[in-house]
């Protein structure tokens, strides 16, 4: 079955940096969209960011463009998500996931659009 496992995830300072990585087993990766979703306390799942099954195209959400990059390893099966400036708004558990449907467009913010996703990692920025 599809297996989707965060890490990276941890406690920083305000105005630093963290690296999440997903590693994916039981689908090709090579053709599918991926997306990174985040959680806080109390709030809806929001969409942070996607990239296309090749890297090709990215698509990010306002509040962390500029800030956070989205990238993959297809060799790897697996896809990243640094995180810099973070700022205390950013806490949350992070997630990975997986579009249903391979060769999918990254301008899907709803969670609805995907199929498969991680179990998450928590990110904390506090000082």
């Known amino acids: 079955q599809v297996q989707l496992v965060e890490s990276g995830g941890g406690l920083v300072q305000p105005g630093g940096s963290l690296r999440l990585s997903c590693a994916a087993s039981g689908i090709i990766f090579s053709i599918f969209t991926m997306g990174w979703f985040r959680q806080a306390p109390g709030k809806e799942r929001e969409f942070v960011a996607a990239?296309?099954?090749?890297?090709?195209?990215?698509y990010y959400a306002d509040s962390v463009k500029g800030r956070f990059t989205i990238s993959r390893d297809n060799a790897k099966s697996t896809v990243y998500l640094q995180l810099n400036s973070l700022k205390p708004e950013d806490t949350a558990v992070y997630y990975c996931?997986?579009?249903?449907?391979?060769?999918?467009?990254?301008?899907?913010?709803?969670?609805?659009?995907?199929?498969?996703w991680g179990q998450g990692t928590q990110v904390t920025v506090s000082s």
């Open positions: 990239t296309t099954w090749n890297g090709g195209s990215t």
């Open positions: 996931a997986a579009r249903g449907r391979p060769y999918t467009s990254v301008r899907a913010p709803d969670p609805e659009a995907y199929a498969y």
